[in-house]
T-cell receptor, first 114, second 115 residues
Framework: KQEVTQIPAALSVPEGENLVLNCSFTDSAIYNLQWFRQDPGKGLTSLLLIQSSQREQTSGRLNASLDKSSGRSTLYIAASQPGDSATYLCAVKVLTGGGNKLTFGTGTQLKVEL | KAGVTQTPRYLIKTRGQQVTLSCSPISGHRSVSWYQQTPGQGLQFLFEYFSETQRNKGNFPGRFSGRQFSNSRSEMNVSTLELGDSALYLC??????????????FGQGTRLTVV
């Protein structure tokens, strides 16, 4: 059974700091990995998608890496801003039977302080 | 381009009642999945639909059911509501590539409160 873990559970940093969020998964047989952010009471916003054959993806100040063999992904946020405050979730897509599904980590709650 | 639309945004129901939630995927996306989010269990997969067929189902009781229409819109139904069904229900849509869904886009969710 695929299990996804995110460390740390919560993180508070001053504005401008670079930071790394970690995601680990137990089964390397994944189709892709996706990073999301969630603001309180809202839905999920897709940040980055990494296919299983890729090593990293970049979008603006965000960079996500994937090491499938070790079951790890990291999300790097450069020059953090108060607007980055949210919960960050990673999810791996696995193939099950005739379909597929996302298995989510428990998230990292990020607070960027002025 | 319109995103994933979920209705209603909020619902309050009484134990024992049933409820139907609706999801309209992004235009052209034919795969729709449903997830339940609670503080204690996090995000858990409910089911996945493609071409009006349920392709995959999570570990939830039979009180949870769903369907997909020919226009890819999907509904999920929960019967005989329990207090523990209170949660944020999220719908995700994806297009398919070789039969496998690609990037998932989520709606804003329906907040269900059972009293």
């Amino acid at each position: 059974k695929q299990e996804v873990t995110q460390i740390p559970a919560a993180l508070s940093v001053p504005e401008g700091e670079n930071l790394v969020l970690n995601c680990s998964f137990t089964d390397s047989a994944i189709y892709n990995l996706q990073w999301f952010r969630q603001d309180p009471g809202k839905g999920l916003t897709s940040l980055l998608l990494i296919q299983s054959s890729q090593r990293e993806q970049t979008s603006g100040r965000l960079n996500a890496s994937l090491d499938k063999s070790s079951g790890r992904s990291t999300l790097y946020i450069a020059a953090s801003q108060p607007g980055d405050s949210a919960t960050y979730l990673c999810a791996v897509k696995v193939l099950t039977g005739g379909g597929n599904k996302l298995t989510f980590g428990t998230g990292t709650q990020l607070k960027v302080e002025l | 381009k319109a995103g994933v639309t979920q209705t209603p945004r909020y619902l309050i129901k009484t134990r024992g009642q049933q409820v139907t939630l609706s999801c309209s995927p992004i235009s052209g996306h034919r795969s729709v999945s449903w997830y339940q989010q609670t503080p204690g269990q996090g995000l858990q997969f409910l089911f996945e639909y493609f071409s009006e067929t349920q392709r995959n189902k999570g570990n939830f009781p039979g009180r949870f059911s769903g369907r997909q229409f020919s226009n890819s819109r999907s509904e999920m139904n929960v019967s005989t509501l329990e207090l523990g069904d209170s949660a944020l229900y999220l719908c995700a849509s994806s297009r398919l590539d070789g039969g496998l869904s690609t990037e998932a886009f989520f709606g804003q969710g329906t907040r269900l409160t059972v009293v």
